[in-house]
């Protein structure tokens, strides 16, 4: 037999689908809304183009075939998926599930926040989970499902995740009014030869990890003496007026400081990628997770 299974249309197969899972035409016709006669043709013409009986029946009895055992198998997992599909397909505000989102301390990103607040509007029936991770802790949340998208600067980026850079975060180094380097003007990169330098990071790192790879010596001539993965602990040490500390422009700004403190703006900023971190789309809120992301282009 030549026939191209492709070609039956859904129609048949759903009604097929009733008429086995409830074992009788009558039943299918009330479930379906149609007449029976209409229920008997749609499983006649199946069986003509199958060219196999699908079942036996008579007034008293009812009975699948191999055939219609094997089809009705096909037809439950298609409906299955159909309403899946329905289900993907809702109405917006019906979603009242649960978006959870990690993101690094401090995390600021014009992008970011206006689309959260898109969101919030859009779905007003969900419910929103924010928290603040370290890089590793993100990924490993996003990796592991607890988390549905996380934010931040990543730079040891896993396989199987997928990341898309949504903007910069921009460093200045900073001093206090206790620095020696205070009362100087202008300010430039060789007056901070041998000045000591806090490294100010998003991860946590060990000891080993320390040792090698940030307290070591470099071609900077400016030695790094400090680490720190927290801004208020990083305010802290900028207070002490020993060290010379990196910070994101603005962050300052924001705070009230019992301190004076003052970017030396003729040395060169650090530029650090943001990005967007997530598992896939093939998750159950593959739609509101495809909403967020289109959020952040826009």
């Excluded at 397909?89 to 600021?108: A, Q, T």
């Excluded at 959260?116 to 990796?143: H, T």
């Excluded at 100087?184 to 990071?201: A, H, P, R, S, Y």
Aim: hydrophobic letters at 35%.
């Amino acid at each position: 037999m030549n026939l191209d299974i492709t070609s039956l249309g859904l129609d048949s197969i759903l009604t097929f689908e009733v008429v086995a899972r409830l074992r009788s035409l009558k039943l299918a016709s009330s479930e379906l809304a149609v007449s029976q006669p209409a229920v008997t043709h749609s499983l006649n013409k199946l069986e003509d183009r199958l060219n196999t009986q699908l079942c036996i029946r008579s007034r008293t009895y009812f009975a699948l075939t191999e055939s219609g055992e094997k089809l009705y198998k096909v037809a439950t997992n298609i409906k299955e998926q159909l309403v899946d599909y329905q289900s993907f397909l809702r109405d917006d505000e019906e979603f009242d599930g649960l978006f959870s989102l990690s993101v690094v301390d401090n995390f600021k990103n014009e992008s970011f926040s206006l689309a959260l607040e898109k969101m919030i509007k859009k779905y007003p029936k969900m419910k929103l989970n924010i928290q603040v991770q370290s890089a590793k802790e993100i990924q490993d949340s996003v990796l592991k499902g607890e988390s549905d998208v996380g934010f931040g600067i990543f730079n040891n980026k896993y396989e199987a995740l997928t990341y898309r850079k949504i903007g910069e975060e921009v460093l200045h180094y900073y001093i206090s009014d206790k620095h020696q380097l205070w009362g100087k003007k202008n300010i430039i990169k060789n007056d901070l030869n041998d000045k000591q330098l806090v490294w100010v990071d998003t991860v946590f790192r060990s000891r080993s990890n320390l040792e090698s790879h940030v307290f070591i010596n470099s071609n900077s001539k400016m030695k790094v003496t400090a680490y720190t993965n927290n801004l208020n602990c990083a305010l802290s040490i900028l207070k002490s007026g020993d060290y010379v500390v990196p910070l994101p422009n603005g962050y300052l700004e924001e705070k009230k400081l019992d301190f004076k403190y003052k970017a030396l703006r003729n040395i060169k900023t650090m530029t650090l990628g943001q990005s967007i971190t997530y598992r896939g789309l093939n998750a159950k809120k593959s739609k509101i997770l495809e909403a967020f992301l289109e959020f952040l282009k826009t």
